[in-house]
């Protein structure tokens, strides 16, 4: 284990970078994880973890200490407590990071089975949360739109707790020609004499799901995409819901019509 004191080390630098700059992420194709619990994850997901980060707090966690003896290969920098807290991708540093490698993109052709697309969700705990929602819900290749957070940033990822790990994201897609041909129904949350209610549709075969950002929705290229436009009930005196509570609702109400199904 390695001790740095300094702000000017190197190494310091560069995680400092990792953890604030999506562009130096972009670059090194490298991102942060915070805490044990990402870490984990990542273990379990078998994603290879390149350096290990500990503070002198961190090194006071009976948890911690007992998973650096579980990672002693991994090369793993020991720093003091404000050093720490400097590099730290969140307020509250957990006392361990990890750096990981940012997965290349993947060609993808049209998809077959159910899947989400995210057009310009930018809040990270929106769309961490939502990845969460998608690998909880089965899903396994979700869509983002260049307005989009990045999906492994610290903050995402955080939110996301694992859920990336789970998930093939393909960022800055070409949702219009992959969705060409798709033969599954093509499904977007809205409101209109059209819209259908959610709870009235048959889910129980192949969908791409549409969500927008949280201000302005859709924008109008990937809403003409939709095949269906749906309406979730709010017999609540709530104008609309959030994006991560909508899409929520929507991918579970597709697993409980599933689960339904094969039961019956």
Request: aromatic letters at 4%; charged letters at 20%; glycine letters at 10%.
């Amino acid at each position: 284990m390695k001790h740095v004191t300094s702000r000017d080390n190197p190494a310091v630098k560069r995680l400092h970078a990792l953890a604030h700059s999506g562009r130096e992420r972009r670059k090194l194709g490298r991102t942060v994880l915070d805490g044990t619990h990402l870490v984990e994850s990542a273990m379990a997901a078998g994603w290879p973890l390149l350096e290990l980060i500990v503070s002198d707090e961190g090194l006071g966690r009976a948890e911690i200490r007992a998973l650096l003896r579980r990672l002693e290969a991994v090369p793993t920098l020991h720093l003091a407590d404000p050093l720490f807290a400097h590099v730290s991708p969140v307020d509250t540093p957990s006392g361990l990071l990890a750096v990981i490698d940012i997965p290349p993109a993947r060609a993808l052709r049209t998809p077959e089975d159910s899947l989400l697309v995210l057009d310009g969700v930018q809040d990270p705990g929106n769309l961490g949360t939502i990845l969460r929602t998608a690998a909880a819900a089965g899903l396994a290749d979700v869509l983002l739109t260049d307005g989009c957070a990045q999906a492994w940033s610290p903050r995402v990822l955080r939110a996301g707790m694992g859920g990336q790990f789970q998930l093939r994201i393909h960022e800055h897609a070409d949702v219009a020609r992959l969705l060409d041909g798709y033969r599954g129904e093509i499904l977007a949350t809205g409101v209109g004499a059209e819209s259908r209610i959610l709870f009235d549709i048959d889910l129980r075969g192949s969908v791409a799901w549409l969500f927008g950002a949280e201000g302005q929705g859709l924008s109008a290229e990937i809403a003409a995409l939709a095949t269906t436009t749906v309406t979730i009930p709010m017999p609540g005196p709530v104008e609309s819901l959030n994006v991560g509570a909508a899409a929520a609702v929507c991918l579970f109400e597709q697993v409980r019509q599933c689960g339904a199904a094969k039961r019956g």
